[in-house]
């Protein structure tokens, strides 16, 4: 029912910082928790973030905490990934996906909903 479209990614050295985006679309998305994800060449995907309906409660990997924030703005249909202090093993496929079922008690979430991803290449 959603489409999702990333944007932001691209190449940037250690320590520097990017700003994913990912815009969805129909006004269904502020009932829409939402989640980024990311897949390294010959690694299997991996959960980095994810946000609820309203943006009160995020939650991180172990790998992002303290470095990347996760955020969205229901007025515009977005949600956001903040990287600070990248590394190169965060060089990966970066997804949005979406879980808007209608009661979101289901752990794991069903994200149902994905974007066809955007490349972070984090160089040393």
């Known amino acids: 029912q959603v489409q999702l479209v990333e944007s932001g990614g691209g190449l940037v050295q250690a320590g520097g910082s990017l700003r994913l985006s990912c815009a969805v679309s129909?006004?269904?998305?502020?009932?829409?928790?939402m989640g980024w994800f990311r897949q390294a060449p010959g690694k299997e995907r991996e959960f980095v973030a994810g946000i609820n309906w309203s943006g009160g409660i995020t939650t991180y990997a172990d790998s992002a905490k303290g470095r990347f924030t996760i955020s969205r703005d229901n007025a515009k249909n977005t949600v956001y990934l903040q990287m600070n202090s990248l590394k190169p093993d965060d060089t990966a496929v970066y997804y949005c996906a979406a879980d808007c079922s209608v009661r979101q008690t289901v752990r794991p979430r069903q994200y149902n909903d994905w974007g066809r991803g955007t490349q972070v290449t984090v160089s040393s």
């Open positions: 129909g006004r269904t998305f502020s009932t829409c928790a």
